[in-house]
């Protein structure tokens, strides 16, 4: 894309300094270090986000990726809002990945919840790494698009627009500004009956300075925001136009498949690919320091090829390592070490002491593959000292630099082709290299464009996974049966600080963490820590209220007076579920609330075991205040989706190491939710009106622990190991419901 | 050499007999809207239709479709509209998946049309037990509530 920046208004986005600064003092220093350095840097990139032409059409460029959140529309939609843009003559075009459009926005908006965002965490660590670098980055992920990109940048950049439209039309007439009125792309002044179309006003308005504090307008203003508007990229997407990474094609491009080291960190010893090269299509066989690919004129050649080809990986210390030794490590982590402080309140020690009784429970959950449905991909063509790159992925800019540095070309020498996304959830952030690093060298050894490709298999057996965690939990109870002190020790690494807090009055607790590191790479995962912390803190909180005799939605409301968002949500999940209603036959209502990504979920599955004694998940409701919608449908369907990604993670989700190397290969050994098994979903919004949640991630967290809760009551059987496949319900009984 | 007519186009290729059909398509001729997902028909994202009936086209060869009309999500509904020149330029299935929202990232989606297209091409008005066994296509987005209203707004249709 040819960008003329003469066309462009060029409009900071300003954001209020009270956003920046506020740490808690339990964050690890490595984080407040990296804020202090965020805000001292307030080097701001410029967020030229609306293009008008001189036809009136409206061009925004939204800085983030399309992998089904809907995110090209609602982003549009906060900008042309505040433009007052006619949303017919609105065009929508993914920003290009260059400088430009670098996303400090979401980092900036970060800053102010709890540092740099937890899937870049990687990059503070291994610091050295300058705010430059940390804010020279493109990526979709943490929930943030809406929140921190939509508010900080989109929203603002269409306001400051607007006013300068109108103080170019104001100037032109001779009459005060604050007699010019705005709506679908014209400024008019009322009392002459004058009108300017935007288009006319545009090349004037980009001489101007931009406004430092453009005014945002009150939701009664809006005139698309909170409207259900159609998704642009859907008619695409049923027509089988839509473009994602893995469908690049030239005629002369050539296609690689790869063998990666199936234990993690080894390397290859000896290759040889003699049987492979004879093979129609082949063009070589390469090796690597930790793979060997096939490259022939078809991907599926190359494939049938790579199975030809013999490889030798060397020995490694993890080669006998399994799932079993993962978890008895941290077992034994967890008995042998108080660990660090995650969160500390009262005594809770001395409770323990002084407590009439003790319940423990100890949960675990294992490795998750994210699994997308688009198998990961990576073409890239270079061409002497220039590269073409095409791959879908969470953050174009940080592909572009890492093609750059390992092809040993300066980064704007690199282009980004932009690509949808056949589905993200973590996988394709930046640090998640295997097929970038492998598709560039590969592309080193020809002139013409080559597309790297994962099997299913390679990409199952080669994720960064969501951890395996364990977590202990032991509750105090006094002779009456109240909770006294809550007690949580469990593996780390911690990659989202506070997940593993709970918002209950429990006026004594003592959550520490220990350390979980195994030779099995991990990455964030949808939702991140909230996935696997929800599942153990609202499993064991609904222990806890069964023990204190008590009905576990009251015993919830109880605990929850200092929060009334989650009172909010936990009361419209239970009026809408029939929550106490007489049930049909063998069936119960779960139920989970749970914060995260700056939104509140609460869900009330329905279950009931079936006669192959499997559970069956009828229906979810969940309730959810993300302060308000941008655009509700688009909104319902990223809700309808994690409560399906967490059911899938809860049912069926199992990632095993066997020998050092994963043991699952495809969709039959990792099998997901399908429409056989997948619930009626209801989604209510609790529009609180307070500041924008995410939506991406904050329906998956409550999931598990809602289901797991259900056969509870359902089987007196306590689930607290997942998935919940794995469990064998043919005897259980019902407990006696409070 | 693999005949067969793809979107009413007849073509000869210089293909092993044995190459899937799934990559003769992408592959071979350029044609990217069917999609590899698994590789084994778990997943269905590269259905297409082979005389009108789906068929998981990852693992299906070429040679066991010589001479047979394929039909892929590109042409479904010039296929579905035949000769009529007025016809929109969308199956009823695809308007009903931009009426329900029903795609998110939308990787799976043609494979998801191109199953319930055949499936209730043979059964117009589906109970819900037959949906779910009709239709085992994978969606990781989670879309399948809008799925099941979208098919569910064709059988009352």
């Known amino acids: 894309m040819k960008i003329n920046r003469r066309k462009f208004l060029l409009s900071s986005a300003i954001v209020g300094g009270g956003v920046l600064i506020a740490y808690s003092a339990t964050r690890p220093s490595k984080h407040r270090q990296a804020n202090d350095e965020l805000v001292e840097g307030t080097e701001r990139y410029v967020t030229s986000y609306l293009r008008i032409d001189p036809n009136n059409e409206v061009t925004v460029y939204v800085p983030h990726s399309e992998m089904g959140q809907g995110i090209h529309t609602s982003l549009s939609m906060m900008a042309a809002d505040e433009l007052d843009a006619d949303w017919e003559l609105v065009n929508i075009e993914q920003a290009p990945a260059i400088d430009l459009f670098a996303n400090s926005d979401m980092i900036t908006g970060f800053a102010g919840e709890f540092g740099v965002p937890d899937f870049l965490m990687g990059l503070v660590a291994v610091s050295a790494t300058t705010i430059a670098q940390i804010g020279n980055l493109q990526t ?190 941290f077992d034994a982590s967890l008995a042998d070490n108080n ?57 174009p800019l940080s592909m572009r630099g890492r ?57 199952m057996q080669q994720d960064y996974y969501r951890p395996a965690v364990g977590s202990n939990f032991k509750a105090a109870f006094d002779a009456s049966g109240n909770v006294l002190a809550w007690h949580n ?37 949808r939702s991140v820590d909230h996935s696997q912390q929800t599942f153990f803190t609202e499993s064991f909180v609904d222990e806890v209220a069964h023990r204190s005799g008590k009905n576990p939605y009251q015993f919830r409301m109880d605990l929850l007076q200092a929060h009334p968002r989650h009172r909010k949500v936990l009361e419209v999940a239970a009026e809408a579920a029939g929550y106490g209603r007489n049930l049909p036959e063998g069936h119960a209502l779960g139920i989970a609330v749970a914060e995260s990504f700056g939104s509140i979920a609460a869900e009330i599955a329905e279950v009931s075991i079936g006669a192959d004694n499997k559970p069956i998940v009828h229906k979810v409701t969940c ?103 794995n469990h064998d319900f043919s005897e259980g009984t019902p407990i006696a419901q409070v | 050499m693999a005949t067969f007519k793809i979107n009413g186009i007849e073509q000869n290729l210089d293909v092993e007999p044995d190459m899937p059909l799934l990559w003769a398509i992408r592959d071979e001729l350029g044609m990217t809207g069917t999609k590899f997902g698994c590789g084994i028909a778990s997943c269905g994202a590269c259905t297409v239709h082979v005389n009108g009936s789906a068929v998981r086209s990852c693992v299906t060869p070429v040679s066991a479709i010589e001479g047979q009309e394929i039909t892929t999500i590109e042409g479904l509904a010039s296929v579905a509209a035949g000769a009529n020149p007025s016809a929109p330029d969308l199956s009823a299935v695809q308007q009903a998946w931009i009426d329900h929202q029903v795609p998110q990232c939308g990787y799976c989606q043609s494979g998801m049309i191109m199953a319930v297209s055949s499936f209730l091409a043979t059964n117009p008005n589906p109970t819900d037990a037959e949906i779910d066994a009709g239709i085992t296509n994978v969606c990781r987005c989670g879309s399948y509530t809008r799925v099941r209203k979208a098919i569910r707004s064709l059988a009352i249709a």
Not at chain 1, 245 to 257: I, V
Not at chain 1, 706 to 716: C, D, E, F, P, Q
């Open chain 1, 339 to 395: 660990g660090s402080k995650d969160f500390e309140q009262g005594d809770a020690e001395a409770s323990f002491e002084a407590a009439d009784d003790v319940i423990e429970g100890n949960y675990r959950v294992p490795y998750l593959a994210h699994a997308p449905m688009e198998p990961m991909n990576c073409t890239v063509h270079i061409q002497g000292d220039k590269a073409d790159l095409w791959t879908s992925t969470q953050d």
């Open chain 1, 140 to 329: 979709t992920g943490g929930s943030a698009s809406i929140r921190y990109t939509g508010e900080a940048a989109m929203r603002t950049s269409g306001a400051a627009a607007r006013e300068m439209l109108i103080e170019c039309a104001a100037r032109h007439w001779g009459v005060p500004a604050t007699e010019c009125t705005t709506a679908l792309s014209h400024v008019h002044h009322n009392a002459s009956g004058r009108s300017f179309a935007y288009g006319d006003l545009a090349n004037d308005a980009a001489l101007l300075e931009p406004p430092e504090n453009p005014v945002l307008k009150t939701p009664d203003q809006f005139t698309l925001m909170g409207k259900p508007m159609s998704r642009n990229d859907i008619p695409f997407k049923v027509d089988g136009s839509a473009q994602y990474g893995l469908d690049y094609h030239t005629e002369d491009m050539l296609y690689a498949a790869i063998k990666l080291a199936p234990v993690f960190g080894t390397k290859v010893v000896s290759v040889d690919g003699r049987e492979a090269l004879v093979r129609r299509g082949v063009k070589r066989v390469i090796e690597l320091e930790d793979s060997v690919a096939v490259v022939a004129d078809s991907y599926w050649r190359a494939k049938e090829a790579l199975k030809l080809v013999k490889v030798e990986f060397e020995p490694s210390e993890n080669d006998n390592v399994s799932s079993a030794d993962i978890f008895a490590g």
């Open chain 1, 403 to 459: 093609v750059a540095s390992i092809a040993g070309l300066s980064e704007e020498d690199v282009t980004y082709h932009f690509s949808y996304l056949g589905g993200g959830f973590g996988r394709r952030l930046p640090f998640n290299w295997n097929v970038i690093d492998h598709a560039t060298l590969i592309a080193k050894e020809f002139d013409v464009p080559v597309k790297t490709v994962l099997s299913r298999e390679d990409d």
């Open chain 1, 489 to 525: 020790r469990y593996t780390g690494p911690v990659q989202t600080p506070g997940a593993a807090h709970i918002p209950y009055a429990i006026e004594n607790q003592s959550i520490r963490t220990v350390d979980g590191d195994t030779h099995v790479p991990i990455a964030a995962w």
């Open chain 1, 623 to 725: 309730a959810i205040d993300c302060g308000w919608t941008v655009n509700p449908d688009a909104a319902a369907a990223q809700v309808e989706s994690g409560i399906i990604f967490g059911l899938t993670a809860s049912m069926y989700g199992e990632i095993t190491i066997e020998n050092g190397r994963v043991a699952q290969n495809n969709f039959p050994d990792y099998e997901m939710v399908r429409l056989a098994t997948s619930p009626d979903i209801e989604v209510h919004f609790v529009e609180s009106g307070e500041k924008l949640g995410g939506l991406g991630e904050p329906a998956t967290p409550p999931i598990a622990a809602a289901v797991s809760n259900a056969i509870y009551i359902l089987t007196g059987q306590r689930i607290r190991e997942l998935p919940i496949k």
